[in-house]
T-cell receptor, first 122, second 113 residues
Framework: GAVVSQHPSWVICKSGTSVKIECRSL??????MFWYRQFPKQSLMLMAT?????????EQGVEKDKFLINHASLTLSTLTVTSAHPEDSSFYIC??????????????????FGPGTRLTVT | LAKTTQPISMDSYEGQEVNITCSHN???????ITWYQQFPSQGPRFIIQ???TKVTNEVASLFIPADRKSSTLSLPRVSLSDTAVYYC??????????????FGIGTKLQVIP
């Protein structure tokens, strides 16, 4: 099946610094990737939709200047948390959708999720 | 995007069948129903997807009544490793086959030995 990886799996940074998280689709091309954030004991919250070659679309309440998203290729999207603060500490998860030509699983609409990145800001 | 409602939590003994029902009264004609499983500190994992009637795969069954306003995920003979949060998602492609979905609170299933 389709595999999505994230790097790093966990990161600790100091307040005020920036952190970059990578999301890669390993065996398929993903024109669209999604970024989620999940706080402890809460559900996933969609942050933004990342489109290859164009600007990301951010959900209401998500600061686009703080969470920079770059989808430079069909297999890589990055999320940069700028000037991180302790309240940005969370579990960040990306997902990717296959293009319709590549769907071989029989599932009509599916997102493949990465393993997540645990960010701790001290 | 259709809103979904699920029980917050469920307990079950090992070996029993577990049924988790999700309500989605505002489901649209083009919407599909997808269930994901999430373990702590991991990304969600696809379980099953359906549009209507019944779908079965190697891990679960999905029952969808004719009006499609609800769906039931059935896990046969659960084991301790099935302890996880289960999410019911409803959605369709916005454009080009790319699905934007909203996660509900999910159902935390606790399997008891």
């Amino acid at each position: 099946g389709a595999v999505v990886s994230q790097h790093p799996s966990w990161v600790i940074c100091k307040s005020g610094t920036s952190v970059k998280i990578e999301c890669r689709s390993l065996d398929f091309q993903a024109t669209t990737m999604f970024w989620y954030r999940q706080f402890p004991k809460q559900s996933l919250m969609l942050m933004a939709t990342s489109n290859e070659g164009s600007k990301a679309t951010y959900e209401q309440g998500v600061e686009k200047d703080k969470f920079l998203i770059n989808h430079a290729s069909l297999t890589l999207s990055t999320l940069t948390v700028t000037s991180a603060h302790p309240e940005d500490s969370s579990f960040y998860i990306c997902s990717a959708s296959q293009t319709s030509r590549q769907r071989t699983s029989g599932r009509v609409y599916e997102q493949y999720f990465g393993p997540g990145t645990r960010l701790t800001v001290t | 995007l259709a809103k979904t409602t699920q029980p917050i939590s469920m307990d079950s003994y090992e070996g029993q069948e577990v049924n988790i029902t999700c309500s989605h009264n505002n489901i649209a004609t083009n919407d599909y129903i997808t269930w994901y499983q999430q373990f702590p500190s991991q990304g969600p994992r696809f379980i099953i997807q359906g549009y209507k009637t019944k779908v079965t795969n190697e891990v679960a069954s999905l029952f969808i009544p004719a009006d499609r306003k609800s769906s039931t995920l059935s896990l046969p003979r659960v084991s301790l490793s099935d302890t996880a949060v289960y999410y019911c998602l409803v959605g369709a492609a916005l454009f080009g086959g790319y699905q934007k979905v909203t996660f509900g609170i999910g159902t935390k299933l606790q399997v008891i030995p």
